[in-house]
Nanobody, 121 residues
Framework: QVQLVESGGGLVQPGGSMTLSCAAFGNIFSIGTMAWYRQAPGKERELVAD???????NYADSVKGRFTISRDNAKNTVSLQMNSLKPEDTAAYYC???????????????WGKGTLVTVSS
């Protein structure tokens, strides 16, 4: 059984920084693209950033220049460094990864349960 577990959320002041981490546990043969999504109250879930297994990254326009996604393939982890945080960054942040549990298995997307980030003074 594969699980994604996020950590690092909480309360931060506007202009502050925070790092989110997500670790994949369980039977894992390989991991493809890993990503962070967020969902603010009353809004749809949106892509924040993603990173391929080769390290290519993609960011939402709203976070470009402020957020940095990275991964450690040896540890099956993905992180999101968030700088210059704004109140509009307040949301539940979710980790997503495309994981192949065993060799010759088909892969599928897995989601973490989310971690709440609140940006407020």
């Amino acid at each position: 059984q594969v699980q994604l577990v996020e950590s690092g959320g909480g309360l931060v002041q506007p202009g502050g920084s925070m790092t989110l981490s997500c670790a994949a546990f369980g039977n894992i043969f390989s991991i493809g693209t890993m990503a962070w999504y967020r969902q603010a109250p009353g809004k749809e879930r949106e892509l924040v950033a993603d990173i391929t297994s080769g390290g290519n990254t993609n960011y939402a326009d709203s976070v470009k220049g402020r957020f940095t996604i990275s991964r450690d393939n040896a540890k099956n982890t993905v992180s999101l460094q968030m700088n210059s945080l704004k109140p509009e960054d307040t949301a539940a942040y979710y980790c997503k990864a495309f994981i192949v549990p065993r060799r010759f298995d088909g892969g599928m997307h897995y989601w973490g349960k989310g971690t709440l980030v609140t940006v407020s003074s």
